[in-house]
């Protein structure tokens, strides 16, 4: 398979520099280029192409989110990743609103960082757990008219979908905005049983992504 190519843009060197050597130990990604700005990363994206740009928010000059629409302009067919340590209901909004495939917290570990790029460039909504309620909320707010991401089965058919008692308990935290490890810790269960359990769920509801799972259950009072 062909190794996912990744522009990683971000202002503080040290972080920026100990990502790339992280990355650069997965198999399947190719980091291709940096950048500390937006110019800079305007300029890399267009001369190199990359299949995904990692994005920090919060740099000289201009944020990430605003950043966005020049990169879909001139660079179309390259995903963006938000990468950032602002957990602010807003920003998340403004990114999937300007076109990011997904927003991740810098508190990710490697591993769930290699699986969000895959994700990402398979096309999948990719948020961080401690998110999807900041997600949910802006979705709400922004009433019938949002952009929200398809949910799977129709509203209003949750009696048609055989979830099994333990699922409706995973999807009921999962709409609360749970990470799987505080799933875990509530229901007593094992990390990896969570992780199993949700791979179910996605499959039963039609849905690529435990965000639009979140949605739906949401949607369907499953999160009250």
Same mark, same amino acid.
């Given at each position: 398979?062909?190794?996912?190519?990744?522009?990683?843009?971000?202002?503080?060197?040290?972080?920026?520099?100990?990502?790339?050597?992280?990355?650069?130990?997965?198999?399947?990604?190719?980091?291709?280029?940096?950048?500390?700005?937006?110019?800079?990363?305007?300029?890399?994206?267009?001369?190199?192409?990359?299949?995904?740009?990692?994005?920090?928010?919060?740099?000289?000059?201009?944020?990430?989110?605003?950043?966005?629409?020049?990169?879909?302009?001139?660079?179309?067919?390259?995903?963006?990743?938000? =990468?950032?340590?602002?957990? $602010?209901?807003? %920003? #998340?909004?403004? &990114? /999937?609103?300007?076109?990011? *495939? +997904?927003? =991740?917290?810098?508190?990710? $570990?490697?591993? %769930? #960082?290699?699986? &969000? /790029?895959?994700?990402?460039? *398979? +096309?999948?909504?990719?948020?961080?757990?401690?998110?999807?309620?900041?997600?949910?909320?802006?979705?709400?707010?922004?009433?019938?008219?949002?952009?929200?991401?398809?949910?799977?089965?129709?509203?209003?058919?949750?009696?048609?979908?055989?979830?099994?008692?333990?699922?409706?308990?995973?999807?009921?935290?999962?709409?609360?905005?749970?990470?799987?490890?505080?799933?875990?810790?509530?229901?007593?269960?094992?990390?990896?049983?969570?992780?199993?359990?949700?791979?179910?769920?996605?499959?039963?509801?039609?849905?690529?992504?435990?965000?639009?799972?979140?949605?739906?259950?949401?949607?369907?009072?499953?999160?009250?």
């Amino acid at each position: 398979m062909k190794p996912i190519t990744v522009l990683v843009v971000d202002d503080h060197t040290l972080f920026r520099r100990g990502l790339i050597a992280l990355l650069s130990q997965e198999a399947g990604v190719d980091v291709v280029g940096e950048a500390a700005d937006a110019s800079e990363a305007l300029r890399a994206a267009q001369a190199l192409r990359p299949d995904l740009i990692l994005l920090d928010n919060h740099m000289p000059g201009m944020r990430g989110v605003d950043l966005l629409p020049e990169l879909r302009q001139s660079v179309p067919a390259t995903r963006v990743l938000m =990468l950032t340590v602002s957990e $602010d209901e807003q %920003d #998340l909004s403004d &990114a /999937l609103r300007n076109g990011a *495939q +997904g927003y =991740l917290l810098k508190t990710a $570990d490697g591993e %769930d #960082l290699a699986a &969000a /790029l895959i994700r990402t460039m *398979q +096309g999948e909504s990719v948020v961080s757990p401690e998110m999807t309620h900041k997600l949910l909320n802006a979705l709400r707010k922004s009433g019938p008219g949002s952009t929200a991401p398809s949910s799977g089965p129709d509203e209003g058919r949750a009696e048609t979908v055989p979830l099994s008692p333990r699922e409706q308990e995973i999807l009921r935290e999962l709409t609360r905005g749970a990470s799987n490890k505080e799933i875990a810790r509530k229901l007593n269960i094992a990390e990896t049983t969570v992780k199993i359990h949700v791979q179910h769920i996605l499959r039963k509801l039609g849905v690529s992504s435990r965000v639009q799972a979140a949605v739906w259950g949401s949607e369907n009072a499953l999160g009250a």
